[in-house]
């Protein structure tokens, strides 16, 4: 199988999905990592890793959401992924983009969906006073971090933790979470991953 990943920052989930496909048995290799911005520090690690890139910046496409897929669409007819990965990729797609791509598009977000959906997810779980807190891969649909959950990864919450402390906890099991899921999931398992 073959993945193309989309990214906006430092790219760390990309580097775990990345670094495990390097493994012969793994059932997926990458054919592309995108980024929306130019300045992605994502893009040197992919680089370096051996995995062709490129960028695409959503900025001059401002308020026109369906010609920047479209440009991404440009991208990925390049290299015919069959399994698209957002990996701390920032910008929402529209459903025009995912409707083609529904049942062969992930994501990871950090939280324990359903809960907490969108932005700012450790700091409203440490408002809500949760003592457990987490990462989730879902198959991509239209409504925001809301599609079939794939796998889930729990953390404690401990009663001195920031939204950075909590973050930086959350990470470490993104990096496992992510690549256990797409493996299956590039295997044609669907048996949910918990870790
Ligand atoms: C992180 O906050 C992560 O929780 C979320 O996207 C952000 C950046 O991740 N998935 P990455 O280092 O760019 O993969």
Known sequence: KRVAIFISGGGSNMVSLVEDMA??????????VLANSADAGGLAKASDLGVPVVSVDHRPFKGDRP????ALNAELDKVSPDILCLAGFMRVLTEGFVAPWEG?????????LP????????????EAG?????????MVTPVLDDGPILGQARVPVEKDDTAETLAARVL?????????C???????DTTRVDL
């Open 23 to 32: 493994d012969p048995d793994h059932p997926a290799k990458p054919v592309l």
């Open 67 to 70: 010609a920047f897929e479209a």
């Open 104 to 112: 062969r598009m992930l994501n990871i977000h950090p939280s324990l």
């Open 115 to 126: 809960k907490y959906k969108g932005l700012h997810t450790h700091s409203r779980a440490l």
């Open 130 to 138: 949760d003592n457990e807190h987490g990462c989730t891969v879902h």
């Open 172 to 180: 470490v099991k993104e990096h496992q979470l992510y690549p256990a």
């Open 182 to 188: 797409l493996r299956r999931f590039a295997a044609g």
